[in-house]
């Protein structure tokens, strides 16, 4: 944390002194000031368990103090929030995770190297810097999730996760979780089935690069087509029908994004 968000906040409160709730507390401090709390995933933090009270016999007896404490100041913000996850529900926890985002994007490419990836990228980058509110998914089906394009966005905010492992499980364990989808126009059959499965409320975007050609069964049904050059909107005007071209190169493309998928950008 910055030095000076901390000493603006008060820093710790010495009413749960000398430990439990104190952090929290500073953390609902600045949530109320209008601060986000950002977690790093790449952090390491190194716990001195029991340093505070001893042993654990102290501990419960000063978290059982000063739980009332933390629950009587911030009851309105509690209670606007869901039920305490179950640790053991893996969904609860993602649930929970992004319960507070107004739109959850998830982005499906085959790599980022890829045109499809190029205009991934574009509008990811501008999905961190005028949608913070939002959840940014970004899956790869070949696994190239730590070249340098993926880091920079991760470092933007973006949740990256690459090709490795159960394509079909990670869906399906995320089923219903995406308000939106927008993925590569030249995945396979068996991908958009999946995706339109495991995510059968999200409306769909076609990400269409100057490599797609041919018969799309992503844009068979999609809505929207985001496209990075002339021949591309031409595919996609030649090819299907009713669906509408937004080029990545407007200064405006994340909006009619939003504003065609009836999305909340803020």
Same mark, same amino acid.
């Given at each position: ?27 609902? +401090?600045?949530?109320?000031?209008g601060?986000?709390? =950002?977690?790093?995933? +790449? ?5 001195k368990?029991?340093a ?7 501990m419960?007896?000063q978290?059982l103090?000063?739980?009332p ?17 179950d640790?053991?529900?893996a ?6 995770r992004?319960?507070?985002c107004?739109?959850r ?10 045109p ?5 990228a ?13 959840r940014?998914?970004l899956r790869?089906?070949d696994?190239d999730a730590?070249?340098?394009d ?6 933007a905010g973006?949740e =990256?996760?690459?090709? +490795? ?13 995406? !308000? ?5 126009a ?7 089935a999946l ?15 100057e490599?797609? !050609?041919?018969? !799309? ?21 030649a090819?299907y029908s009713?669906?509408?071209?937004? +080029? ?10 939003a ?5 909340q950008?803020?």
């Amino acid at each position: 944390m910055r030095r000076s968000a901390f000493c603006d906040a008060g820093g710790f409160d010495p009413v749960y002194h000398p430990a439990y709730y104190e952090d929290t507390d500073l953390a609902m +401090r600045w949530r109320a000031a209008g601060m986000r709390v =950002v977690y790093q995933p +790449r952090s390491l933090a190194v716990h001195k368990r029991w340093a505070s009270s001893g042993d654990r016999s102290g501990m419960l007896d000063q978290l059982l103090r000063n739980r009332p404490v933390f629950v009587d100041r911030w009851r309105d913000l509690l209670g606007g929030r869901p039920p305490r996850p179950d640790p053991e529900d893996a969904q609860s926890l993602l649930a929970m995770r992004d319960v507070e985002c107004p739109e959850r994007a998830l982005v499906v490419v085959r790599r980022l190297d890829s045109p499809a990836g190029a205009l991934a990228a574009r509008l990811l980058d501008a999905g961190a810097t005028m949608a913070r509110r939002w959840r940014l998914t970004l899956r790869c089906t070949d696994e190239d999730a730590e070249a340098a394009d993926a880091e920079r966005l991760r470092a933007a905010g973006v949740e =990256v996760v690459g090709g +490795r492992g159960d394509m079909a499980g990670w869906l399906r364990f995320r089923r219903r979780h995406h !308000s939106v989808v927008l993925a590569d126009a030249t995945l396979p059959a068996a991908t958009v089935a999946l995706l339109r499965e495991t995510q059968p409320g999200a409306p769909v975007v076609a990400l269409v690069g100057e490599d797609a !050609s041919g018969e !799309s069964p992503l844009l068979d049904g999609a809505r929207l087509a985001l496209c990075d050059a002339d021949e591309a909107a031409d595919y996609v005007h030649a090819t299907y029908s009713g669906i509408h071209v937004v +080029r990545i190169d407007d200064a405006n493309a994340l909006e009619q994004v939003a504003f065609r998928m009836g999305l909340q950008l803020e």
